[in-house]
């Protein structure tokens, strides 16, 4: 798969660890992640041209973008292309080492937009304010299951009527059997993409009580109750899944 402005290959799992502690988005994330982001979920590319094209279609003169969890800035590039540059885009993330590796690619990629980089954490109310477009991709999973609520209506508020949420999330099968067959595919897509079992496992390890992936119907019920009124997928595969929540005019 294409790498995605970043040299540097993802081994953070590829030498066997004796006790593997729980992910974090440090320094030795940072340095390989946009590497490890396009070989570990399917079709990363799609999803970062869909959802420009989507935020295109809804955002509005002198409103603000916002991408929370914006990492490395690979969705803000992408929006930069389709999205007239006198809108301003605001990046939150938790990690100062994303935000600093955020601000560099952005540099380098040529934007002249206004933009803020914003350290925050999505557990804390976040000023959101005047929002035509907020993303969440590959983010809520990440936040504690107990503040997700909270923070979808914190969005929906920030959001100005006629404004889309859209998230990009893992997800689990609404069944248990075709769960085990979607985890089983799901890992045969990271064995094309070269990883090994041992890098295949640790991970997982890592991530099993930091990334807590809920259905896709408990996804759209979160969105309903934070207030959005019109919910639709706009990309699924296996176990992950694109949707968009429109707050009503």
């Given at each position: 798969?294409?790498?995605?402005?970043?040299?540097?290959l993802?081994?953070?799992?590829?030498?066997?660890?004796?006790?593997v502690?729980?992910?974090?988005?440090?320094?030795?994330?940072?340095?390989?992640f946009?590497d490890?982001?396009?070989?570990?979920?399917?079709?990363?590319?799609?999803m970062?041209?869909?959802l420009?094209?989507?935020?295109?279609?809804?955002v509005?003169?002198?409103t603000?973008?916002y991408?929370?969890?914006?990492?490395?800035?690979?969705t803000?590039i992408?929006?930069?292309?389709?999205?007239?540059?006198?809108?301003?885009?605001?990046?939150?993330?938790?990690?100062?080492?994303?935000?600093?590796?955020?601000?560099l690619?952005?540099k380098?990629?040529?934007?002249?937009?206004?933009?803020?980089?914003?350290a925050?954490?999505?557990?804390?109310?976040?000023?959101?304010?005047?929002?035509?477009?907020v993303?969440?991709?590959?983010t809520?999973?990440?936040?504690?299951?107990?503040?997700?609520?909270?923070?979808?209506?914190?969005?929906?508020d920030g959001?100005?009527?006629g404004?889309?949420?859209l998230l990009v999330?893992?997800?689990?099968?609404?069944?248990?059997?075709?769960n085990?067959?979607?985890?089983?595919?799901?890992?045969?897509?990271?064995?094309?993409?070269?990883?090994?079992?041992?890098?295949?496992?640790?991970?997982?390890?890592?991530?099993?009580?930091?990334l807590?992936?809920?259905?896709?119907?408990?996804?759209?019920?979160?969105?309903?109750?934070?207030?959005?009124?019109?919910?639709?997928?706009?990309?699924?595969w296996?176990?992950?899944?694109?949707?968009?929540?429109?707050k009503?005019?």
């Open positions: 798969m294409k790498n995605l402005g970043n040299e540097n993802d081994q953070v799992f590829k030498d066997e660890i004796t006790k502690s729980d992910f974090k988005f440090g320094t030795t994330v940072v340095n390989v946009d490890m982001v396009s070989r570990s979920v399917p079709y990363y590319n799609e970062q041209r869909m420009a094209e989507i935020a295109a279609d809804h509005k003169e002198g603000f973008v991408d929370l969890g914006c990492s490395t800035g690979t803000l992408g929006l930069d292309q389709l999205i007239p540059s006198d809108i301003r885009f605001i990046g939150i993330d938790e990690s100062q080492e994303m935000l600093d590796k955020c601000d690619k952005l380098e990629s040529g934007f002249v937009r206004p933009y803020d980089l914003v925050g954490d999505l557990h804390q109310q976040l000023p959101i304010h005047n929002g035509s477009v993303i969440l991709c590959l809520l999973q990440f936040v504690r299951p107990l503040y997700r609520e909270r923070l979808l209506k914190n969005i929906y959001l100005n009527p404004g889309v949420l999330e893992k997800v689990l099968a609404e069944s248990s059997i075709f085990r067959d979607f985890i089983k595919y799901y890992y045969n897509y990271k064995r094309r993409n070269h990883y090994s079992e041992l890098e295949i496992s640790q991970k997982r390890e890592a991530l099993e009580n930091v807590i992936p809920y259905k896709l119907s408990e996804n759209m019920l979160l969105l309903k109750e934070a207030g959005f009124a019109d919910c639709e997928i706009f990309f699924k296996y176990n992950f899944s694109g949707m968009i929540a429109h009503k005019s």
